[in-house]
T-cell receptor, first 116, second 117 residues
Framework: GAVVSQHPSRVICKSGTSVKIECRSL??????MFWYRQFPKKSLMLMAT?????????EQGVEKDKFLINHASLTLSTLTVTSAHPEDSSFYIC????????????FGNGTRLTVT | GENVEQHPSTLSVQEGDSAVIKCTYS??????FPWYKQELGKRPQLIID?????GEKKDQRIAVTLNKTAKHFSLHITETQPEDSAVYFC????????????????FGQGTILTVHP
């Protein structure tokens, strides 16, 4: 089956620093990847849609200059949280679109970000 | 935009009972309706899905029903077991006309299911 690898699984950083999260589709090409954020006991909220070779499409209310997304290849998308603040602490999950599999969307294991 | 409402937010049942979770939506163009189970700190796991050309789908103890006219779909778990305890999310895929994206997946608010032994 389709495998999506997300790294790191956990990261702790200091306020004001930047953190990069990687999302890789290991055995299929993903022209489209999605980034979600999930606060404790809440649902997954779509932050942005990442398309290979083009600019990401951000959902309303998500700051594109704060959450930088790069999708430079068919198997890799990165999310960089710039100038992180404690309120950015959350669970970030990527997913890759792969139609033709048993289900179209394949999730990474998520990244627990804690900003101190 | 896309909107999906999920109820109930919490559901407590005795082992062996059935559990039903319902979602309603507004976008009539949606045509793919998955259900996910999420355990604490882990990614959502697809447990069953249904496409708009089907009214019901079953996989062992889990079934999903879809009423496109009324715009709602439901998850049914029979003979519940303690290991079914988790958060369950409905979702729907909404397509956008044009552009480079195939669309996006919107999640319901989630249901915390607790199965008591």
């Amino acid at each position: 089956g389709a495998v999506v690898s997300q790294h790191p699984s956990r990261v702790i950083c200091k306020s004001g620093t930047s953190v990069k999260i990687e999302c890789r589709s290991l055995d299929f090409q993903a022209t489209t990847m999605f980034w979600y954020r999930q606060f404790p006991k809440k649902s997954l909220m779509l932050m942005a849609t990442s398309n290979e070779g083009s600019k990401a499409t951000y959902e309303q209310g998500v700051e594109k200059d704060k959450f930088l997304i790069n999708h430079a290849s068919l198997t890799l998308s990165t999310l960089t949280v710039t100038s992180a603040h404690p309120e950015d602490s959350s669970f970030y999950i990527c997913s890759a679109l792969g139609w033709g599999q048993d289900s179209p969307l394949h999730f990474g294991n998520g990244t627990r970000l804690t900003v101190t | 935009g896309e909107n999906v409402e999920q109820h109930p937010s919490t559901l407590s049942v005795q082992e062996g009972d059935s559990a039903v979770i319902k979602c309603t939506y507004s976008d009539s163009a949606s045509n793919y309706f998955p259900w996910y189970k999420q355990e604490l700190g882990k990614r959502p796991q697809l447990i069953i899905d249904i496409r708009s050309n089907v009214g019901e789908k079953k996989d062992q103890r889990i079934a999903v029903t879809l009423n496109k006219t009324a715009k709602h779909f439901s998850l049914h778990i029979t003979e519940t077991q303690p290991e079914d305890s988790a958060v369950y999310f409905c979702a729907l895929w909404s397509f956008k006309a044009g552009g480079t994206s195939y669309g996006k997946l919107t999640f319901g608010q989630g249901t915390i299911l607790t199965v008591h032994p």
